[in-house]
């Protein structure tokens, strides 16, 4: 008998999903969250300490928890950040 396949048999439930649409001065994002279907959204400006207070709210607001994220980019500042992020997902939800 073949032993089940762990990584992608097992679902994986994300806390919130959200969408970025990174630009040259502010970027608008989107989050919708997984257990209510509430959404929200609202803007950041473009500067390392306002995206890392932004990433950091969502830490807070969801410790210990999945995020989905989808960008339009497939490469940038934004991307490297969240890849970063994500390589400890015991301290980060990315």
Known sequence: MSQPKQSLDRECEFAAYVGIDWADKKHAWSLQVA??????????????????????????????????????????????????LSENPTDRPF
Do not use: D
């Not at 803007?43 to 969502?58: C, K, L, N, T």
């Not at 995020?67 to 934004?78: F, K, P, T």
């Open 35 to 84: 257990t209510t279907g509430k959404r929200e959204e609202g803007e950041v400006e473009h500067s390392p300490e306002a995206v890392e207070e932004w990433i950091q709210g969502w830490m807070v607001r969801f410790p210990g928890q999945l995020l989905a994220v989808c960008l339009e980019q497939s490469r940038g500042a934004l991307l490297n950040l969240l890849r970063a």
